[in-house]
């Protein structure tokens, strides 16, 4: 049976955590295991659980260390933590939370502290770039829309400057153009997929479609840097949405490089 880790902090944060764990855990088929990680006590992560009718974990160490054990296990699918302890801190992610996604190598959802409880994870909203290379979309959450009933909503937002030019027949150009573009990104799904487009920024339309198109989920493939400069999209999705962040691990060219320049310098 694989899992979904609920990593639970002792603020009332642990209540969307807790419940964006549990519709994903509907969506995978998997079950969902409530940690937390002792710190300042549990008084109020334990009523949440309780009240969810869910068993809770509790662990000692160092969090981020056992994050990342229970994280690596192989029956682990995904893993859901807050971003943060409260609404008004300046970085999109706390210490926990940022070193946890930018080092397990499995979706990780993060939830703001702003987003309320989920019901029911029912839409999803994937950001594509049209000059990304195919590996870096979150296939496996496409993927789920084509076997359940999750909406995937696929944006693609235009730089003014590149937008495509159509001719006589706009109206069918623009189908066929969308058809295009969905077969090429998605293709394992592309009959339950709908395709949104926008002219602007990304980092300022996605969280804005996202609350535009009703999406419970936002599902962003990533190459795991979020330094000053990188992964604006992610950023944007982090500091101004108010709905979950699925942060799906890929690899990229530079990355695969990075890695076998690692293994090179190894000792044997």
């Known amino acids: 049976m694989t899992k979904v880790i609920a990593a639970l902090d002792n603020s009332l944060a642990a209540a969307p955590v807790l419940a964006t764990a549990v519709e994903l855990g ?82 990780v959802v993060v939830v703001p502290p702003t987003a309320a409880a989920p019901e029911r994870l029912r839409r999803v909203l994937v950001p594509l770039e049209g000059s990304v290379p195919a590996p870096l979309v979150p296939r496996a959450i496409v993927a789920l829309g084509a076997r359940s009933a999750l909406d995937v909503v696929v944006l693609h937002v235009y730089e003014p400057s590149l937008l495509p030019l159509f001719t006589d027949q706009p109206q069918h150009e623009r189908i066929a153009w969308a058809r295009e573009f969905l077969s090429r990104y998605c293709p394992w799904g592309i009959e339950r997929v709908r395709l949104e487009t926008r002219v602007g920024s990304s980092e300022e339309l996605v969280p804005l479609v996202a609350a535009e198109t009703g999406a419970d989920l936002v599902a962003i493939g990533w190459a795991q840097e979020l330094a000053e400069g990188r992964a604006p999209v992610v950023r944007a999705a982090l500091t101004v949405g108010r709905v979950p962040v699925m942060l799906v691990p890929v690899e990229t060219p530079n990355r695969k490089e990075e890695r076998w320049s690692s293994l090179q310098s190894s000792p044997a």
Not at 35 to 44: E, L, N
Not at 60 to 81: C, H, K, S, W, Y
Not at 90 to 106: D, I, Q, S, Y
């Open 26 to 107: 509907r969506l995978l088929d998997a079950e969902v295991e409530a940690i937390h990680v002792q710190v300042d006590g549990a008084r109020t992560v334990r009523g949440v659980t309780a009240a969810a009718g869910i068993a809770l974990r509790t662990l000692d160490g160092p969090v981020l260390d056992r994050l990342l054990e229970l994280g690596d296990t192989d029956d682990v699918v995904a893993l859901v933590l807050g971003a943060r302890g409260t609404p008004g801190g300046r970085r999109p992610l706390g210490g926990t939370a940022l070193a946890v996604a930018t080092t397990l190598r499995k979706p």
